[in-house]
């Protein structure tokens, strides 16, 4: 470990014991303990992963002591458990540094999920609902709670786009590697010949943004009421109810008609522009800040194909880090965690990997 790594967790040790020590006082006003409390609980796993590291070194060193000793059986007893020692050692080893590495202050938030079909017409809806039905599913098993924003429906079933809120701890964390263009080859339903066809959706995840994160003054926004109408130019109601929300300096434009309230159109709206405008920040600063270092599990760009769905070879492969799983049904339901444990991982070794570079 380097100077500055234990520099770095002697401080964070010291602010931990200070921040426990006010909490302790129970002095502190309720927002002032709230605060205390999550920064407390985001530098706790450091200290104790430095604390687990301090005590299997500690007890390396008995160990080694021990296999010096002048009876055989000690010895050999010791050299077994200096064994065992040095694979929990370097399992420790292993988690200080991931809890060191610098976070993405965004994981630990709820984001907003948007598909929308790509190439492929109808086939390429009904895909995009596929990917919609295996988030809802992965997200229920999370524990999270998905909201639909808005959604376009294609005459064959399936999205032309659709848009969802989903809430829960560490959502960002688990679903930003899902940004991209994702391919299915499948055999239409509507396909006589058999033929095998080849379509894509696109998916982006953004972090929602909090009301502290993008400040929106009034007078940057043209807001425009009118009435809603449905497939075929049927209303949808019988009120101006539909609300379209334009950024005038980003020229964003969110519309959103899916509720017959407009007060709740434009609460919906409002919640979308402003996780876009959040997003626009970061990519902002990660450019600014990510120099020559592209991340191995792909940029994130949504024009970039991340993931390929095989119906007849029932596979679905990741082609950022070269896994294929033959488990597309199951993948399908939303048992997505060995794919999107495997993402996290790599990117984890990546980050891990640049910081002897």
């Known amino acids: 470990m380097t100077a500055i790594s234990l520099d770095r967790i002697r401080q964070i040790e010291a602010r931990r014991d200070e921040l426990a020590a006010q909490m302790a006082t129970g002095d502190l006003p309720g927002d002032r303990f709230v605060a205390v409390s999550k920064e407390y609980a985001e530098l706790e796993p450091v200290a104790a992963a430095a604390a687990e590291v301090r005590r299997l070194r500690q007890e390396a060193e008995s160990l080694a002591f021990m296999t010096e000793d ?27 540094a991931l809890a060191l590495l610098p976070r993405d202050a965004a994981d630990e938030r709820s984001a907003m999920l948007e598909l929308r079909a790509g190439t492929g017409g109808d086939e390429a809806a009904l895909f995009a609902g596929d990917l919609f039905r295996m988030y809802q599913r992965y997200a229920e098993g999370q524990g999270w709670r998905v909201e639909l924003i808005s959604a376009s429906e294609s005459d064959a079933g399936g999205y032309k786009e659709v848009v969802a809120s989903v809430t829960g701890q560490g959502v960002f964390a688990r679903l930003k590697f899902e940004s991209g263009v994702h391919r299915v080859q499948r055999v239409p339903v509507t396909e006589s010949g058999g033929r095998i066809h080849t379509s894509a959706a696109t998916v982006a995840v953004l972090p929602e943004a909090e009301d502290v994160d993008v400040q929106i003054d009034d007078k940057d926004l043209r807001i425009d009421i009118y009435r809603s109408s449905g497939p075929g130019g049927q209303s949808v109601n019988t009120t101006d109810s539909a609300v379209r929300i334009v950024h005038i300096p980003t020229g964003l434009t969110v519309i959103q008609q899916d509720e017959k309230s407009q007060h709740k159109n434009k609460a919906k709206a409002l919640k979308v ?41 029932g596979r679905v492969t990741d082609h950022r880090i070269n896994l294929t799983l033959h488990r597309l049904p199951e993948i399908l339901q939303g048992d997505m965690a060995e794919l999107i444990g495997a993402l996290i991982a790599q990117d984890e070794a990546e980050r891990l990997a640049s910081l002897s570079e």
């Open 70 to 96: 002048a009876d055989a059986e000690l010895r050999a007893m010791a050299a077994d458990e200096l064994h065992d020692n040095k694979a929990a050692l370097d399992a420790a080893d292993r988690r200080l």
């Open 273 to 313: 522009l402003r996780t876009r405008l959040y997003e626009m920040e970061r990519e902002r600063l990660h450019a600014e800040r990510a120099g020559a270092r592209k991340s191995m599990v792909g940029s994130g760009d949504r024009s970039e194909r991340i993931r390929t769905y095989n119906f007849p070879q």
